[in-house]
């Protein structure tokens, strides 16, 4: 008979809630909150965090182990080969709908790709395949939001200092046109509406939040508008009947907010490792940045972006949940309604199977097999791994290309010192960058 898998003490639960569970949930689970982030990086959530998981690896092992999660006990995943099978499992019989995701999403993309199930879901990945342009080299629209990226760079240089705040503006534009059209480029209200939303959702109210059928209705206008140089140009030639406006919106979620943050973060590291920034600048100086061909080519500035991610993962703990009892494969069964949990903060950076755990290594992604790595889920991996990511880094290869061949970023407000293991969390709110001639 299989052993069943161990069990973390109750203390080390009630530790484990308080230290993994609670600060994702205060800062913001949707949509950060400026104080409380700022408080958690002060206090090292992420470092404790951390170190409170690889005691529990090491005292109970590299096998699946369960702790519990407030009054719940969930089964967390720490070795490659677990995490591919549950994450290549999904949607069934690991679903990616756990009840504090779904509740929350529910604020502001009830209809979301990444809380459905069965025919449903196929359906909405198809969409969401069809539109993106999953797979892809590059994006059949590449050279549009080539130009729409280039000219928020323009913009962002030429303050010569920013802030978190100026990068999320400029990447919510971006953002707009790319995903709506142009019309939609200076339509803040849309983006105020959607962080409304967001917020809403932290409290994972388990319905649509108020104001959401007017969001969804300014929404439609431009979906509908159909601007053929944006993703909603392609909706109408997309599989399956799909209300079209309910599925863009876990774009603009995901195009806004993350990819800003990592690109900000990702400027960090550049301005403080001259040797990566001379490889990335290289790298563009080899090519004609004005043609996106080329541009989803730059593998070394793509791997300045994909590292950062790493490091600094914006989704810190993501979950399945079981949708029937489920046999894993040393013969331990799993019972349905069992929520599994990834860390992704320990596991990215888990130095005894990670080499370069705790540096930068864009050159592990692109000259390594980085990308190979389950351990690496950002983007998460299988069935339901992200149908954008391929989009999402081309726009941060043109964004950071387009920026290391005009400017030289330089880090103020915050210390990242390259001879030294780098921290567990970046505070987007803590730092600027000021732009410095080439």
């Not at 990945?125 to 080539?146: D, K, N, Q, S, W």
């Not at 909706?235 to 863009?248: I, L």
């Amino acid at each position: 008979m299989v052993a069943e898998y161990r069990h973390a003490s109750v203390v080390e639960g009630v530790r484990f809630t308080a230290q993994v569970g609670l600060p994702n949930v205060v800062q913001g689970l949707f949509k950060k909150r400026e104080l409380p982030t700022k408080v958690a990086a002060i206090a090292k959530a992420e470092a404790q965090g951390y170190a409170l998981v690889a005691g529990l690896v090491e005292r109970l092992g590299t096998d699946p182990f369960y702790v519990r999660v407030a009054t719940d006990e969930a089964l967390l995943l720490t070795d490659p080969a677990d995490i591919e099978h549950v994450l290549g499992g999904s949607p069934d019989p690991f679903a990616s709908d756990p009840e504090a995701k779904r509740k929350g999403m529910a604020a502001f993309q009830p209809d979301a790709l990444t809380i459905s199930r069965g025919d449903l879901w196929r359906t909405r990945r198809a969409f969401a395949e069809h539109v993106l342009a999953t797979g892809a080299p590059l994006h059949p629209l590449g050279p549009v939001f080539l130009d729409v990226v280039t000219d928020a760079v323009a913009g962002l240089v030429a303050l010569e200092e920013v802030g978190w705040e100026d990068v999320n503006d400029a990447f919510a534009r971006v953002t707009r046109r790319v995903v709506l059209g142009d019309d939609a480029a200076g339509d803040l209200g849309l983006t105020r509406q959607l962080g409304e939303l967001m917020a809403a959702g932290n409290k994972q109210p388990g319905k649509p939040a108020a104001g959401y059928d007017d969001f969804v209705a300014h929404l439609r206008t431009y979906v509908e508008a159909g601007d053929p140089k944006s993703l909603a140009g392609l909706v109408a030639d997309a599989p399956g009947d799909v209300d079209a406006a309910g599925q863009v919106i876990h774009w603009l979620f995901a195009m806004g907010d993350t990819l800003a943050l990592n690109l900000f973060r990702t400027l960090a590291l550049l301005a403080t490792h001259p040797e990566q920034l001379h490889e990335a600048r290289a790298e563009v100086g080899r090519v004609d940045t004005r043609d996106a061909g080329y541009v989803a080519g730059l593998d070394y500035v793509a791997g300045c972006l994909l590292d950062t991610m790493r490091l600094w993962p914006t989704t810190a703990l993501f979950g399945r949940v079981t949708t029937r009892d489920v046999e894993m494969p040393g013969g331990q069964v799993v019972p349905e309604g069992t929520q599994v949990l990834i860390y992704n903060v320990f596991n990215h950076r888990n130095r005894d199977r990670v080499p370069f755990a705790d540096r930068f290594a864009p050159g592990e992604w692109s000259g390594g097999d980085a990308g190979e790595s389950w351990l690496f889920n950002f983007f998460s991996h299988g069935p339901q791994g992200c149908p954008g990511a391929g989009l999402s880094v081309f726009l941060g290869q043109a964004f950071l290309a387009s920026v290391v061949d005009k400017r030289t970023p330089e880090l103020v407000g915050a210390t990242l010192d390259e001879s030294q293991p780098l921290p567990y969390g970046l505070d987007a709110f803590g730092f600027r960058i000021h732009f410095l001639p080439r």
